[in-house]
């Protein structure tokens, strides 16, 4: 939604006093007061009954407080009062309207602009800002109440002061917003229970570039202090970009101009994780300068934060048949057990690195034309460092002995899940000591020129381009690096309600006997890049009911690219066939891991200098050459090739160019119904998309066993072949949005319209890949270049009480139809004849409708309304609950959990927040219910996530106006993330993340 276009910043003459650069279009007063309050951070108090049924003034240029009150009020009974230190307070003025009156001056003010002369005279202004959780929560009260459909926000206050240590975790303190945290931090969002993919993310009102796969956002990627506010849409308008069921969020940017003069804020602090036991640091600064003419804007921030996670994992689960098990127990059917793909224990202790910034610089060219040019960098790095215990659970019979099978016994409960199973100790079967990384080297850049020109009195005309992009360049960084004991003989077992599985060896596990096994180094790098270009024309009516008529057209080029790495084979060492020197693995202490019952001892080691030993000349010649080995022929050949040093996987490899042209018209209307004011705005939007997918095919031409790994399989696949699609849609979306003011403070909001999400890009591969090929349980993923967008008809009822203050009492009921689903369907495809040819193949399709509904219960309110106390009165509530209800009406679902929709869960928020004096202190809950991340993951399996609730606390002394201490506490109870597969004995991952501390400074001048 882009605000009203009518504005215009003529020379003015500057008042001696402070002043503030205000662009207020004629509104009517309530309207105009809060845009007045946003732009000089005041607070303003008033009575709805006083201000109902008044038009203001429009109001452009440089004002003092007073000066600007006296203009917007002029010709209307009201009167504005600006008390420094406390605010702005309007009251009906009766000696005001008696002088009106007896000098027959209409109270509805005339379509009149008010313009103040300027100087070329410097600024000599204070640097205001809004300091305290009551001002923000006022700020985002005002924004609900007088917004044009159904919005939810948070404001910073002051720059750098967004509540919550990031902006997921800001967001998620609206109505109907969950969030998803990795490693420690909250990266997606959720809204109305529809996952980040269903989520526009808009920076200063452009789509920007993402460096996932898809189009979901990570919001850990900014920093906080380069937003000063957040705008959750939840119903549509059709001024606002298509490609967003959930909602469309729009980060917002400070500006030079809204702030004449000169200021500056430095942020200083440093984090501490109690798991990792390290203090890191972070900083962030922002410098401004502004005139009547120009303005100029630079921040800059650093982090460089140490962390520590502890997870218990498992890649998936599969089906399969013990019933050969000697020893059974419990009460499941041992022909159709569900069992663990692996069991591994794992410890990352890594590094957060982030260095960005922003310029912001406007020029006011000329009286009707202003210019705004503003750019964003931000460079986030994760660099993981993962020691893992990883145990494969091996079910294939032994080829060597006939007379047992692999498990001796098993115990499997009535959900046929594998609970514990032990081998035959006949048998030798490992554990690994595995170093992995899971990097994220990310990039994000968008720059932007915005021209604002005011061409008459009525109308007015912006044109907005914009280049995004983004980048992960993790190509071939990834690394999976295995060395093991080969006849450790793990025990697992699962106790019903633990939150991971216990395990031991049945044999004891020296650093003498661990052996050589895969290195495998993969990763994809992945680019976005998106040019922009919108152009918004407002014509002002203000004609009977008809208030604005608004149009425009938009256009997008988005190109989203993936290539994949991989060494060429990676198992030549494979199978714990060589002896490792000892002093390459050092010893490591579990006895603080999670909550123990597992190995305590595990081995890391350097992974470069463990592969580098592997391939080096020295141990190639004593241990390969002319000791029959199976690569004896051929091992100098492969090192000569550059060993397991990555190369580029076509089937892993795709394009996506996906392109877009929308143009919309918008009729604003008002009037009076039974003496209450209503508001209307009714339009419609078309939205055509082109999309081009690009890949590489190939097949499969040969299976092979690993002699040295008998869980693993060799491929061979034929030489690329160039596979290119085209697919294009077009959509009309209608959008009607009604606001009514049922008293002087209840407002009744309806909104009826028409959505869509375009297809995850990463759906769109036009060709099958991603082989993962292993003994009776390999894998492989394909796209779909023909996939439809999701298509939604959309309901929201909306009803507000604001009773006192910044305070309310809301409730959101909304209703989504949907048609068009995407769903991964699994399915056992044969592609190899070969008696391991069986793949599991996820495939994107479009299935039935589905049907999505929920309410959204919210109460703000200072608490002052009890009593006059000031204790109460600098004491604020809010508490938020959403309910989520959807169901696939497919009828071809197989069970409970395909009936589930992704993202889809009850979360509940309570802040409290208290202002003592020069203190102040805030308390966060938040609870999000259960729900289903990813219908088809690992193994084609659901991916469910147990019900997380998280504690935080802010507390801060404001020193003076320039000084401010804080500190800061996260995940104070310490929860821990779990996720499962359909029942809870499933486990996929178990994380914790530990809990979290801040301190640090504030200054502003």
């Known amino acids: 939604m882009q605000p009203p276009l009518l504005a215009s910043d003529p020379s003015t003459t500057f008042p001696s006093e402070t002043v503030f650069q205000l662009t207020l279009p004629r509104?009517?007063?309530?309207?105009?007061?809060?845009?007045?309050?946003?732009?000089?951070?005041?607070?303003?108090?008033?009575?709805?009954?006083?201000?109902?049924?008044?038009?203001?003034?429009?109001?452009?240029?440089?004002?003092?407080?007073?000066?600007?009150?006296?203009?917007?009020?002029?010709?209307?009974?009201?009167?504005?009062?600006?008390?420094?230190?406390?605010?702005?307070?309007?009251?009906?003025?009766?000696?005001?309207?008696?002088?009106?009156?007896?000098?027959?001056?209409?109270?509805?003010?005339?379509?009149?602009?008010?313009?103040?002369?300027?100087?070329?005279?410097?600024?000599?202004?204070?640097?205001?800002?809004?300091?305290?959780?009551?001002d923000r929560a006022n700020a985002d009260t005002l924004n609900k109440r007088y917004s044009d459909f159904i919005i939810d926000s948070v404001h910073a206050g002051a720059l750098g002061q967004l509540p919550g240590q990031d902006i997921a975790n800001a967001l998620q303190r609206i109505p109907g917003v969950s969030i998803e945290r990795r490693d420690e931090q909250g990266v997606f969002a959720t809204v109305r229970g529809f996952g980040p993919e269903f989520n526009t993310v808009l920076y200063n009102g452009r789509v920007i570039a993402t460096e996932n796969q898809g189009r979901e956002f990570s919001f850990d990627v900014l920093s906080p202090e380069i937003i000063t506010s957040a705008d959750v849409y939840k119903s549509s308008s059709t001024d606002v970009l298509s490609g967003s069921i959930g909602s469309t969020i729009n980060l917002r940017i400070p500006k030079p101009m809204q702030h004449p003069g000169y200021r500056s804020y430095t942020n200083i602090g440093g984090h501490f994780n109690k798991l990792s036991q390290n203090w890191s640091p972070q900083f962030a600064t922002l410098i401004s300068y502004a005139n009547q003419n120009f303005g100029a804007l630079i921040t800059l921030n650093y982090q460089n934060i140490d962390y520590r996670t502890d997870s218990a994992h498992t890649d998936g689960w599969?089906?399969?048949?013990?019933?050969?098990?000697?020893?059974?127990?419990?009460?499941?059917?041992?022909?159709?057990?569900?069992?663990?793909?692996?069991?591994?224990?794992?410890?990352?202790?890594?590094?957060?690195?982030?260095?960005?910034?922003?310029?912001?610089?406007?020029?006011?060219?000329n009286d009707v034309l202003k210019a705004t040019l503003d750019l964003l960098y931000s460079r986030y790095k994760i660099d993981s460092n993962i020691r893992s215990n990883a145990n494969w659970t091996h079910i294939y019979s032994s080829s060597q002995i006939e007379d047992y099978q692999t498990i001796d016994a098993a115990i499997v409960d009535e959900n046929n899940t594998l609970l514990q199973y032990r081998y035959d100790p006949?048998?030798?079967?490992?554990?690994?000591?595995?170093?992995?990384?899971?990097?994220?080297?990310?990039?994000?850049?968008?720059?932007?020129?915005?021209?604002?020109?005011?061409?008459?009195?009525?109308?007015?005309?912006?044109?907005?381009?914009?280049?995004?992009?983004?980048?992960?360049?993790?190509?071939?960084?990834r690394k999976f690096i295995i060395a093991g004991a080969p006849n450790a003989n793990p025990l697992y077992k699962y106790v019903p309600g633990e939150a991971y599985p216990r395990l031991k060896f049945q044999r004891p596990v020296d650093v003498t006997e661990l052996r050589s096994h895969g290195t495998i180094y993969s990763g994809n790098d992945i680019e976005d890049a998106i040019n922009q270009l919108r152009l918004d024309?407002?014509?002002?009516?203000?004609?009977?009911?008809?208030?604005?008529?608004?149009?425009?057209?938009?256009?997008?080029?988005?190109?989203?690219?993936?290539?994949?790495?991989?060494?060429?084979?990676?198992?030549?060492?494979?199978?714990?066939?060589?002896?490792?020197?000892?002093?390459?693995?050092?010893?490591?202490?579990?006895?603080?891991?999670?909550s123990g019952h597992v190995p305590k001892t595990w081995y890391a080691f350097d992974a470069e200098d463990y592969v580098g030993f592997l391939w080096s000349d020295e141990n190639i010649q004593q241990n390969v050459i002319g000791s029959g080995h199976w690569l004896e022929d051929s091992i100098w050949i492969r090192k000569a090739a550059g060993g397991v040093a990555p190369i580029e996987y076509p089937s892993n490899s795709w394009r996506v160019k996906e392109s877009i042209q929308e143009a919309y018209v918008k009729l604003s209307l008002s009037g009076d119904y039974l003496t209450r004011p209503w508001e209307l705005n009714a339009g419609i939007r078309y939205a055509n998309t082109q999309v081009n997918s690009e890949g590489y095919e190939q097949a499969i031409t040969n299976i092979e066993s690993i002699q040295s790994d008998p869980t693993n399989l060799s491929l061979t696949l034929s030489d690329p072949i160039d596979i290119a699609k085209y697919h294009s849609?077009?959509?009309?979306?209608?959008?009607?949005?009604?606001?009514?003011?049922?008293?002087?403070?209840?407002?009744?909001?309806?909104?009826?319209?028409?959505?869509?999400?375009?297809?995850?890009?990463?759906?769109?591969?036009?060709?099958?890949?991603?082989?993962?090929?292993r003994v009776g349980a390999s894998t492989a993923v394909a796209g779909n270049p023909y996939l439809m967008p999701y298509e939604a008809a959309n309901l929201d009822l909306s009803w507000a009480w604001y009773f006192s203050g910044g305070s309310y009492l809301s409730a959101n009921y909304f209703y989504k139809n949907l048609a068009n689903f995407v769903s991964d369907e699994a399915n056992i495809e044969t592609l190899f004849d070969h008696p391991e040819g069986d793949y599991i193949v996820l495939r994107p399709v479009n299935g039935d409708s589905i049907k999505v509904s929920g309410i959204?219960?919210?109460?703000?309110?200072?608490?002052?309304?009890?009593?006059?106390?000031?204790?109460?009165?600098?004491?604020?509530?809010?508490?938020?609950?959403?309910?989520?209800?959807?169901?696939?009406?497919?009828?071809?679902?197989?069970?409970?959990?395909?009936?589930?929709?992704?993202?889809?869960?009850?979360?509940?928020?309570?802040?409290?927040?208290?202002?003592?004096?020069?203190?102040?202190?805030?308390?966060?809950?938040?609870?999000?219910?259960?729900?289903?991340?990813?219908?088809?993951?690992?193994?084609?399996?659901?991916?469910?996530?147990?019900?997380?609730?998280?504690?935080?606390?802010?507390?801060?002394?404001?020193?003076?106006?320039?000084?401010?201490?804080?500190?800061?506490?996260?995940?104070?109870?310490?929860?821990?993330?779990?996720?499962?597969?359909?029942?809870?004995?499933?486990?996929?991952?178990?994380?914790?993340?530990?809990?979290?501390?801040?301190?640090?400074?504030?200054?502003?001048?």
């Open 537 to 594: 024309a407002e014509y002002l009516i203000d004609k009977g009911v008809f208030d604005s008529l608004y149009f425009g057209t938009y256009i997008s080029e988005r190109q989203k690219s993936n290539i994949g790495y991989r060494s060429p084979w990676g198992w030549e060492f494979a199978g714990y066939e060589f002896d490792i020197p000892d002093e390459l693995f050092t010893p490591i202490d579990t006895g603080d891991f999670l």
């Open 856 to 1005: 959204e219960v919210s109460v703000a309110a200072r608490l002052d309304f009890i009593a006059d106390w000031d204790w109460l009165t600098n004491t604020e509530l809010q508490a938020r609950y959403t309910f989520v209800d959807g169901r696939n009406s497919s009828a071809a679902v197989s069970s409970e959990t395909d009936l589930l929709i992704e993202g889809l869960s009850d979360s509940f928020n309570i802040v409290a927040s208290h202002q003592y004096n020069q203190f102040k202190g805030v308390l966060s809950y938040t609870f999000r219910d259960e729900y289903l991340r990813n219908a088809k993951a690992d193994m084609g399996q659901p991916e469910m996530v147990e019900a997380y609730r998280q504690l935080d606390f802010s507390l801060s002394w404001i020193a003076d106006d320039q000084l401010e201490y804080y500190f800061e506490g996260s995940n104070l109870l310490n929860a821990k993330q779990r996720t499962f597969s359909i029942y809870k004995e499933r486990l996929l991952n178990y994380e914790d993340t530990g809990v979290s501390y801040t301190l640090g400074v504030r200054l502003g001048f």
């Open 729 to 773: 849609y077009s959509h009309w979306l209608a959008a009607i949005n009604f606001k009514y003011n049922l008293t002087d403070s209840q407002v009744l909001r309806v909104a009826l319209y028409d959505t869509i999400s375009r297809p995850s890009l990463s759906s769109l591969i036009p060709s099958i890949g991603n082989y993962n090929a």
């Open 426 to 477: 006949r048998g030798n079967y490992a554990t690994d000591f595995v170093q992995l990384n899971r990097s994220r080297p990310t990039q994000t850049s968008q720059i932007g020129l915005n021209l604002l020109w005011d061409i008459e009195q009525n109308w007015a005309v912006e044109l907005d381009i914009s280049h995004s992009s983004a980048a992960n360049k993790n190509g071939g960084n």
């Open 318 to 365: 599969f089906n399969t048949d013990l019933s050969y098990v000697k020893n059974q127990a419990g009460e499941g059917d041992f022909s159709q057990v569900w069992v663990p793909r692996n069991f591994d224990l794992r410890t990352d202790e890594g590094n957060k690195s982030r260095i960005g910034g922003s310029i912001v610089l406007e020029s006011q060219i």
């Open 27 to 134: 509104d009517n007063v309530a309207s105009a007061l809060q845009k007045l309050s946003e732009q000089t951070g005041y607070a303003v108090v008033y009575s709805p009954k006083d201000v109902d049924g008044y038009q203001s003034h429009a109001l452009f240029g440089y004002f003092d407080t007073q000066q600007a009150l006296d203009f917007l009020l002029a010709d209307t009974p009201l009167t504005g009062v600006y008390q420094p230190g406390i605010g702005i307070r309007v009251f009906f003025d009766t000696a005001k309207f008696a002088r009106l009156q007896a000098e027959a001056k209409p109270v509805e003010s005339p379509n009149e602009t008010k313009f103040i002369a300027q100087n070329n005279n410097e600024l000599e202004a204070e640097v205001i800002s809004v300091r305290g959780q009551i």
